[in-house]
């Protein structure tokens, strides 16, 4: 379908007979509208003032036949002169610019030429020239202080502004293409860290202001009024604004969900006799660049050997012998035998036989070496095509698209599909009543795979050693049935029989509002909102008979399901002026309903049987057949108010109320109220400030609020017992094939779990200078969050359930977000723009008497939240070199699993650090090894145009935090049989090398990795050169005779480098899937890919 | 004044949500699932009573993967085979069973905290079942004394269970409601309470052979006599189970007829299993996803995944050579008490499968053959042992197959789990009436009643010496040379006599997760386990460099319990066991 679309539209049949009237209906769309469609414009018909002097400048002229000369003025809202201004002649490039007093000259061909005006920090204007020879142009200022931003339940224009909301720059954003938003935001938004997920399709990762709650800490997000979760339920081509909402003072309107911050994302509307057709569309490819360093098939045997000889054994492997020195076998695998040379008759291919009876695979050993990371990965395309057509009347206005996004996985056999529809139109009845609706409706299929995990197949090409080929010497999957090997699954594999199961979804997210203006300035609305998604997936395990413990074994699994999300909102918003008072009431209720349900069975023994054809639970054996249902429901109920009030326009005061009700929580405290205030002085309007002219505008926020935090299961506040055939059931008659039910607790509850509260104080100043070519947005916050919920690690004597949530202890984040812009142009040609973005914040746990442990690895918890400390920072033993000597290891303190009666044994391994000096080493001795904090994060864009030419380039800092590198676990150490690193071959310790990094090498060390200790923890920071992206836009004549307004081409790369010390593939790891307090270890991820794509963008 | 109308219809739209918004429209009530109050009837007590045993057949924890929930149940391979003289971890190079096979654990090992809280959540659930009895309506004394009189008798097996790993324990019953609770203690009267309650008020015999009924209390209150060195308590406990016992269908406590019944699903918990005193039962296929199949023994299958091999993975806990050796006997039929390894039992080691072998032609026990897989002896119904092809790595581990866990060929599809067939019903047995007749041995050699020893050692070799019960080819003949004789001369002295019987307790119960435990109890763990480790570490490279050191007898408290109960002063409640 996506082709046809992009040649159909590319090279339209009809295009000779619609040219003229699509080029008749630029024509007279160009005329009325600025070039910056997307905000209001409005041509000033002020009286025109006589300039005072006429200082005319005559940049280019090279029209011969110039037959009017026009003069003008440029100026600001204020009346103030513009200097500098650009008058050009809109598709020429003849053109001029203003004095000291904003004052030009021009001389035109004739009356029909429109002019283009443009200031930076001003939205550019046309103006008809007609026969007018004196012209005044007032520009409004542009995309920033008369910008409207979107609140809470309304809009507010940017010079009202009190809290701290931040506005993401959509054009930026959209040069990192993405499927999901949270991948376009890292390092876009001051105080918002942001991380995407690299499985097609997969979830990102968005925190505002740092995570200060030990449970969820995902901020709000609303999109068309409709609040849903995640960010990824929007095309990112459909959105006109994202505005988030960081402070208490913005996000208190929002009550008990405001405290994650909200993301408020407003999709494109249609505007009134502005029809227009625009397509977009880009294609790329991405590449890992950045694999683990491991050791290949020779220097695993010598590996292998040394380790061995290092635990005093004689070399014995299966696959390399026990000779003086490893020998690579000519086959790995014949039936059970592995180590086999030609001539061997087992390895004879005639006793080849993959079928379950008789089973005998043979498989020769790969001698240079499988690299396993390359042969799971591919060079994935992406592509992207959306098509858009908006318009409208007076009457009415509607915005169409049509989206279709494929990316493949950078994992082989994955991928993700997404067709997409949004519709929104909006109707005039009468003068008073508006109604419309938004519609958002796509259809995902996705196949990815775990990442992050020890199971994923990332994880599973460490896991596998490279003497093990892909394949068996008959084409089918090798794997670690040969012995000595291990027990990893061939990844390939893995991904290959996973590669036509389906994980689908239908989501249509939309909403119907009405809108009354009962009388003047009181306006009623009402908006219904609903997310509904219907999943759908199935699974087959197939056989996986060349894995060390794999059989014949066959599953079918099945399940669909539903969620929805009904928001009903009704607001009364009442703005009135008494003079210098403007005043804006708000008032309003909201009801929030969510419903998910599922069903799911399975059945096995599928076996011969195993292709698409015979994938229907029916035809699996009914005995051990499985079925579930589930339900899970929760609502919230919501008052909420606030008054906006302006003096002047200089004195700014907000105040927001929000009362909820909800159900996760207990009738006794199910209601908060969460209230808010905040006020603004915009200083540069005051008269003291007139003599002060290279300040634009100045202002100076302060707020405070308390939000909070619902974020826990919706079961939370009961406490019962379940019926599970699995965990309370049990064989009492002794059947063999049947039990008898029981039950057993599920879950405790606790009836006193209330909303976690955050307050924050938030201050801030807003500064324009330099006719606004600088801009700098600063904010300092202070942020306490009580009452924290937190699933506590219980005692295990209390037996295993469900843990409520409980309320304990508060947490403090200190930060700062700050954006610097600045804009200038090296001639009228070359115009650019530069701005860096900062986010820092500190987290602290302040309340006495906290301290728990999280973060499971193959060690225990590795992750411990303490008062005085940031939440979940790494915890574990220190290294603290290595025994050099017997002597050594005889004069240290006792430490686990190091044995003083046999101290050779010792020599090599690592000394644990006696911290409290008491003479052994024990659990006491563990220190604070890290933190998953970053110190900050930055991000810095440059926009250069040059002519037709423009230039972005975007780059990302993130310092000061630490990375739990687990996959060390099992590269670097003797954990499971597997592959190894590079580095454990080269740089263990010997007596030569006592400077290493790693202990001696010891086929009977499991010591070295048994405890949670330092060397696993490295430095996270890096700097990624991100984006590149160049564009060109086609002359406009040359645009206007295929009939398009606008035409721009632009290629561009990702990730062009990196500069980190972390020995990981990627530091970029801040989502790993195992929540707040999980963050921060590498448990093997999918890498940051290097993309290269190339777009088109064309409007009609 | 029209317009007025429109707005006040308007703002009465406006406030309807409001006023449609009832409280209980914030109620959300989970479905699907029993409150408390709900259970408080005869059905729903007994069901809470059924969650209780349910943990005999153990439970998933951490990643919920069956492959990690070995040590969530009643098998003691970890704790208390691989970690003795009879069995190595097995399988290949590595891993958490490692470190305890080396005794070098450290308390962040993962499979101390899966033990400790599997044995706290059987704990827990007994405890509910006392602590709602007593609220149920309309139950008869006699009723009430049967559920408490049930769930306190598996409270004590719970602790014993987690007692022998740990020693001291945190004492946690019905009445606890705050979970910090020092390990200040081994809970020995605790349990003796418990037990004692359930054996003087529970019936003999049940309508389910799966419950525990007076006599398996008895039985387990005499162990934990035993354990304590409380010889003369523990005879007469004894004494009165031996004579009157029965199992819970009523079957009077004797040894099977046949060794190897014990290990059969087909006899297992049959209306003729006289030796059941207290099974684990197993089930499959139950709609359970496989979580009530043999979990604690997945991993301890002859390592391949061909069809033609049961279960097909892991090649977990392999027999050592040191125990295959002390099946030997001399002329006289009787073990080599002092010198079992001076000659070896032949094996295949470093010889491929394909490679002509003969197996070992001297004298053997013949449970040797019902106890370990090796090449040459058919493997139950599977055919004979094929040797390396079914070893995971034998360089590391020796050429030694598990036997007693593994089901026949026959039960394939129907007794093992749809999705997995490392998961079957064969019933970990927790105490076997051979077991009983072993303690009473001990004690009465313990109080010098040699003779009385004897005798019941005697017992257990007669039963062991039916050759009807031998391991067969499949022409009939006996698949070894098995001789297996009593014990003849009287036995006069003390230490030769407890030599005799711990000795044959280790024959007898081999592989069935006894032995570390045993070697403790008697306080010669040090002395055999590093006698031990000398000599087979000459035949194994797992074993290198590996010691017992004094502080081993116990393991540590888990790091993760010890980090999870600290106190608001920050000091941590439980105590770590000294040497970790």
Redesign the interface.
Same mark, same amino acid.
């Given at each position: 379908m996506n082709k046809l679309l992009t040649v159909d539209f590319l090279f339209p049949k009809s295009f000779s007979v619609k040219k003229p009237r699509v080029f008749l209906a630029f024509w007279f769309i160009g005329t009325l509208y600025a070039s910056d469609g997307n905000s209001r414009t409005e041509i000033n018909p002020k009286s025109i003032p006589k300039p005072s002097t006429t200082t005319t400048m005559k940049l280019k002229s090279y029209d011969a036949f110039a037959a009017v000369q026009v003069n003008g003025q440029v100026l600001d809202e204020d009346g103030l002169a513009l200097a500098g201004a650009t008058v050009q002649i809109k598709g020429t490039t003849i053109g001029t610019i203003t004095d000291v007093n904003g004052q030009f000259t021009l001389e035109v061909p004739d009356g029909n030429v429109v002019l283009l005006v443009s200031y930076v920090g001003y939205q550019a204007q046309e103006v008809s020239v007609g026969n007018v020879t004196n012209i005044v142009i007032t520009l409004a200022l542009s995309n920033e202080l008369q910008e409207i931003i979107v609140v809470g339940y309304g809009t507010q224009k940017k010079a009202d502004l009190t809290g701290s909301v931040a506005t993401v720059d959509v054009k930026q954003m959209l040069t990192r293409p993405a499927a999901d938003l949270s991948n376009m935001l890292q390092g876009r938004v001051a105080g918002v860290v942001s991380s995407g997920s690299n499985q097609p399709g997969g979830n990102g990762y968005v925190r505002i202001r740092g995570i200060s709650s030990f449970g969820s800490n995902e901020p709000l997000v609303i999109i068309d009024g409709v609040q849903t979760s995640g960010t990824n339920t929007v095309n990112p081509n459909d959105i006109e604004s994202i505005n988030i909402l960081k402070d208490a003072s913005s996000a208190a309107i929002y009550g008990a969900r405001g405290a994650g911050g909200v993301i408020i994302i407003t999709t494109k509307k249609g505007v009134a006799n502005k029809n227009r057709i625009t397509y977009d569309g880009y294609y790329g490819v991405s590449k890992v660049v950045r694999y683990p360093d491991m050791v290949n098939t020779a220097e695993l045997g010598e590996l292998l050997f040394k380790q061995?000889r290092g635990?005093?054994?004689t070399p014995?492997?299966?696959q390399y012998g026990?000779g003086a020195t490893p020998v690579i076998p000519d086959y790995i695998l014949a039936?059970?035998?592995g180590g086999l040379f030609e001539g061997n008759p087992?390895v004879d291919p005639a006793k080849y036989n993959y079928d @379950?009876?008789g089973?005998y695979q043979i498989v020769k050993a790969n001698k240079a070496g499988t690299d396993w990371f390359k042969e799971l990965t591919q060079v994935a395309p992406t592509q992207s095509h959306n098509l858009t057509a908006s318009g409208g009347t007076d009457r009415g206005v509607y915005s169409i698209s049509l989206g279709y996004y494929n990316e493949a996985g950078l994992q082989k056999y994955t991928f993700y599909d997404r067709y997409s529809v949004r519709a929104n139109s909006e109707y005039k009845l009468g003068k008073r009543i508006r109604f419309g609706q938004t519609l958002f409706g796509s259809l995902r299929n996705r196949k990815g795979s775990d990442d992050n995990a020890e199971g994923a197949p990332w994880s599973n090409a460490y896991r596998m050693q490279a003497i093990v080929p892909v394949y068996d010497i008959m084409g089918n999957f090798a794997g670690s049935?040969a012995?000595?090997t291990?027990n990893g699954s061939n990844p390939v594999a893995t991904l290959f029989r996973a590669k036509d199961n389906k994980d689908k979804d239908v989501r249509l997210l939309g909403s119907l509002y009405a809108e009354?203006d009962?009388?003047r300035g009181?306006l009623?609305r009402?908006n219904f909102g609903m997310d509904y998604n219907n999943n759908f997936n199935k699974s087959f395990r197939a056989p996986n008979?060349e894995?060390?413990?794999?059989?014949?074994?066959t599953?079918y699994n099945i399940q669909s399901g539903f969620q929805q999300r009904s928001t009903?909102t %009704?607001?009364?918003n009442y703005t009135k002026n008494f003079g210098n008072h403007d005043f804006n009431l708000l008032a309003g209720?909201?009801?929030l309903e969510y419903k998910r349900e599922q069903i799911g069975g399975?059945?096995?023994?599928y076996y011969p049987f195993t292709d698409q054809s015979f994938w229907v639970l029916d035809r699996g %054996?009914p005995?051990? @057949?499985?079925n579930f249902s589930?339900?899970?429901?929760?609502?919230?109920?919501s008052?909420f108010g606030r008054i906006d009030y302006s003096f002047k326009g200089k004195y700014l005061l907000n105040a927001t109320i929000r009362r909820d009700?909800?159900?996760k929580f207990a009738?006794a405290v199910?209601y908060g109220n969460f209230p808010s205030i905040s006020a603004g002085w915009r200083i540069s309007q005051e008269e003291f400030m007139r003599g002060f002219r290279i300040i634009n505008n100045l202002k100076l926020r302060a707020g405070y609020g308390i939000v909070g935090n619902d974020q826990i299961d919706?079961?939370n506040q009961?406490?019962?017992?379940?019926?599970d055939?699995?965990?309370?059931?049990?064989?009492?008659?002794?059947?063999?094939?049947?039990?008898?039910?029981?039950?057993?607790?599920?879950?405790k509850g606790n009836l006193n779990s209330k909303w976690e509260e955050t307050s924050t104080i938030n201050l801030g100043f807003d500064l324009a200078m330099y006719n606004n070519q600088f801009e700098m947005n600063f904010d300092i916050y202070s942020k306490k969050t009580s009452d924290l919920l937190v699933q506590i690690?219980?005692?295990?004597?209390?037996?295993?359930?469900t843990a409520p949530f409980v309320n304990i202890g508060n947490t403090q984040n200190k930060g700062i977000d700050m954006v610097l812009t600045y804009r200038s142009k090296a001639s009228s040609k070359i115009l650019y723009s530069a701005s860096a973005n900062f986010t820092a914040y500190k987290n602290e746990v302040l309340s006495?008497?906290v301290?728990?442990?999280t973060n499971?690895t193959?060690?225990?918890?590795v992750s411990?939240t303490l008062t005085g400390n940031a939440i979940g920072m790494f915890y574990g033993y220190v290294t603290d070199g290595f025994f050099n000597t017997v002597e050594e290891v005889a004069a240290a303190p006792a430490q686990?699993?190091i044995?003083k009666?046999?101290p050779q044994?010792a020599v090599g391994r690592w000394r644990l650090k006696d911290a409290n000096g008491n003479g052994s080493v024990?659990?006491t001795d563990r220190e604070f090894l890290g933190s998953p904090h970053p110190k900050f994060q930055t991000g810095f864009n440059f926009d250069i145009a040059y002519k037709n030419f423009d230039l972005n380039l975007f780059a990302f800092w993130n310092y000061g935090n630490q990375i739990y590198n687990n996959t060390k676990w099992w590269t670097d150490f %003797?954990?499971?049989?597997g592959n190894r690193s590079k580095k454990m071959l080269y740089d263990s310790w010997t007596p030569e090398n006592k400077n290493a990094s790693l202990p001696k090498l010891d086929? %009977?060390d499991?010591?070295s990795n048994?405890?949670?200790h330092s060397y696993f923890v490295e430095s996270g920071s890096y700097f990624r050169a991100k984006t590149v992206q160049l564009g060109y836009t086609v002359h406009n004549g040359l645009s206007n005779r295929i009939g398009a307004s606008n035409l721009r081409f632009y290629i561009q790369a990702q990730n062009l480098f990196t500069i980190t010390p972390y020995s990981g593939p990627d530091p970029d790891l801040l989502d790993v899937g195992r929540g707040d307090i999980g963050l921060g270890v590498d448990h093997g991820r999918v890498p940051n890919p290097f993309q290269i794509l190339g777009g088109l963008s064309v409007t009609f | 004044m029209k317009n007025f109308k429109i707005y006040i219809s308007l703002l009465v739209i406006s406030l309807i949500p409001v006023a449609c918004v009832q409280d209980d429209f914030l109620d959300r009530k989970p479905v699907g699932v029993f409150s408390e109050e709900a259970l408080k009837t005869k059905s729903g007590i007994n069901g809470i009573l059924v969650g209780a045993y349910a943990g005999l057949n153990g439970s998933m924890y951490g990643n919920g993967s069956s492959a990690g929930a070995d040590v969530n149940t009643f098998s003691n391979w970890v704790f208390g085979s691989l970690t003795s003289d009879d069995a190595q971890k097995g399988a290949d190079v590595g891993g958490s069973r490692s470190n305890i096979e080396r005794y070098e654990i450290a308390a962040d090992n993962t499979k101390l905290d899966d033990r400790w809280r599997f044995c706290y959540d059987g704990v827990a659930r007994c405890n509910d079942v006392i602590r709602i009895t007593p609220e149920v309506k309309g139950l008869t004394e006699l009723e009430i004394k049967n559920l408490i009189g049930q769930a306190r008798t598996l409270r004590g097996l719970y602790y014993f269970h987690a007692t022998v790993i740990f020693g001291r324990l945190p004492y946690v019953d019905e009445t606890t409601t705050n979970f910090l609770i020092p390990n200040d203690r081994v809970l020995w009267s605790e349990m003796e309470t418990d037990l004692k309650y359930g054996y003087d008020n529970l019936p003999e015999t049940f309508p389910e052979l799966g419950r525990v009924n007076k006599w398996s209390a008895g039985v387990m209150l005499a162990k934990i006599y035993v354990h304590q060195k409380k010889y003369a308590q523990a005879k007469a406990l004894l004494d009165v189970i031996i004579a009157s016992g029965k199992t819970t269908r009523g079957v009077k406590y004797a040894l099977l007829a046949q060794y190897h019944d014990n290990f059969k699903i087909a006899t297992q918990g049959s209306s003729t299993d006289s030796e059941s005193v207290l099974d684990a039962q197993y089930s499959v296929n139950d709609n359970g996803r496989g979580f009530n199949g043999g979990l604690g023994e997945n991993l301890n299958l002859p390592h391949g995944g061909l069809p033609t091999q049961p279960g097909g993975c892991c090649g977990y806990h392999q027999p050592s050579q040191d125990f295959v050796n002390a099946f030997q006997t001399n002329a006289d039929g009787l073990p080599y008490l002092d010198s079992h390894n001076a000659q070896e039992v032949k094996n295949d080691q470093g010889i491929e499968s394909s490679a002509a072998y003969s197996p070992h032609t001297g004298p053997l026990d013949p449970r040797l053959d019902w106890t370990v897989g090796r090449r040459g002896i058919p493997y139950l119904d599977w055919g004979p042992h094929p040797g390396k092809s079914w070893i995971r790595d034998q360089a590391y581990a020796g050429p030694f197959s598990p036997k007693k866990n593994v089901y026949y060929k026959a039960n394939e599809g129907v007794l093992t789990e749809g999705t997995s067939r490392q998961l079957s019903a064969n019933n970990t047995r927790i105490i076997r009436f051979s077991d009983v007749i072993l303690l009473a041995a001990e004690a009465e050699a313990e109080l010098g009643n040699f003779e009385k020893a004897r005798e019941y050692v005697n017992q257990i070799r007669r039963r062991a010496a039916n050759p009807a019960g031998f391991v067969k080819n499949p022409d009939g003949s006996a698949a070894a040379n098995y001789i297996i004789k009593e014990y003849t001369t009287t036995w006069t002295d003390k230490a030769f006599s407890l030599k005799a019987v711990r000795f044959e307790r280790r024959l007898e119960l081999g592989m069935e997760g006894h032995r570390f435990f045993d070697l403790v109890r008697w306080g010669i763990a040090k002395e055999v386990l590093n006698t031990y480790l000398a000599y087979e570490r000459t035949k194994r490279s797992n074993l290198n460099g590996a010691s017992f050191k004094d502080h081993n007898i116990l393991f540590p408290v888990p790091q993760r319990q010890i980090d999870a109960t600290k106190k608001s002063d920050g000091t941590a409640t439980l105590t770590q066991n000294p040497g970790y």
């Open positions: 061995q635990a005093g054994i014995n492997q299966p026990k039936g059970s035998s087992a @379950q009876t089973f049935k012995p000595g291990g009354v009962l009388f009181l009623f009402s008979p894995h060390s413990e794999g059989n014949f074994q599953t009903f %009704n607001t009364l209720t909201e009801i399975d059945r096995s023994g %054996n005995v051990g @057949q499985n589930s339900l899970t429901e929760e609502a919230l109920f008052v009700g909800s159900s009738p199910r919706g079961n009961y406490s019962f017992y379940r019926s055939p699995g965990r309370s059931f049990y064989d009492l008659g002794g059947a063999n094939t049947s039990t008898i039910a029981g039950y057993d607790l599920d879950r690690p219980r005692p295990g004597a209390e037996g295993d359930f006495q008497g301290d728990f442990f499971s193959r060690n225990s918890p411990r686990p699993g044995n009666n046999t044994q024990t659990a %003797n954990g499971f049989t086929a %009977n499991n010591i048994s405890v949670p | -």
